[in-house]
C-alpha cells in the first residue's frame, strides 16, 4: 500500500503508541518525511531497506520503547540530513559503524539510554565528528550522560575505553 502517494506537503508523522510490529519495505515511499517517531510499539526487528525512501529527507528519528535488538548492517547507510536520533527503551546490544555508514557525520544527537548496549565500535564514535550529545545512561558498559562531546572528545574517548574493548572481544 503506498499510503503516502499524495503526501508530497506531509515532513512530519507519528506513529506513536499503535502496537507497530511490522514495517513495509515500501511504507515511507511518496513523502518527503523530515520527521519521524516510532515510538511506544513493539518492533522487535527492523527490514534494512525500510528507509530508503526517506534516506535523503530524515533529519530526526525516534525508535525508542520497542524490543530492538539489533541494528541491521546499512540500516542508516547515507542518511546526511539525520542530525537526532532516539533509540532508548529498547533491547540493543552494540553500537556498530556498519549500520550508519556514511550517516554518522552530522548525527549530532543520539539517544541510547535504557538498551542493553555492552560494546560500541570505535569506529562508530570516529565517525561521528560532530556529535555533541550522547547519552548511554543505564547500558552494560557505560551509565553516562555525554555532553559537549565535541570540546570533550578525548575525554569521553578515555570513558568509553571499555565500551571500545569489548567490541573488539
Do not use: W
Amino acid at each position: 500500500a503506498d499510503i503516502f502517494r499524495n503526501a508530497g506537503n506531509l515532513i512530519v508523522v507519528s506513529f506513536r503508541s499503535n502496537r507497530i510490529q511490522k514495517i513495509a519495505a515500501n511504507a515511507f515511499h511518496g513523502a518527503p518525511l523530515q520527521g519521524l517517531s516510532l515510538s511506544f510499539n513493539q518492533l522487535s526487528s527492523l527490514d534494512g531497506s525500510i528507509f530508503d525512501p526517506i534516506r535523503d529527507t530524515l533529519a530526526e528519528l525516534h525508535l525508542d520503547n520497542n524490543t530492538i535488538q539489533e541494528i541491521p548492517y546499512g540500516m542508516f547507510d547515507s542518511m546526511h540530513s539525520l542530525n537526532y536520533m532516539e533509540l532508548s527503551f529498547n533491547e540493543i546490544k552494540r553500537l556498530s559503524s556498519n549500520s550508519f555508514r556514511g550517516s554518522l557525520a552530522n548525527l549530532t544527537i543520539l539517544i541510547a539510554r535504557n538498551n542493553e548496549i555492552d560494546a560500541i565500535d570505535l569506529e562508530f564514535f570516529d565517525q561521528a565528528e560532530n556529535l555533541r550529545d550522547l547519552d548511554l545512561l543505564n547500558n552494560l558498559c557505560v551509565s553516562e550522560n555525554f555532553m559537549d562531546v565535541g570540546e570533550n572528545r578525548e575525554e569521553v574517548r578515555g570513558r568509553l575505553r571499555g565500551c571500545f574493548n569489548n567490541y573488539l572481544g
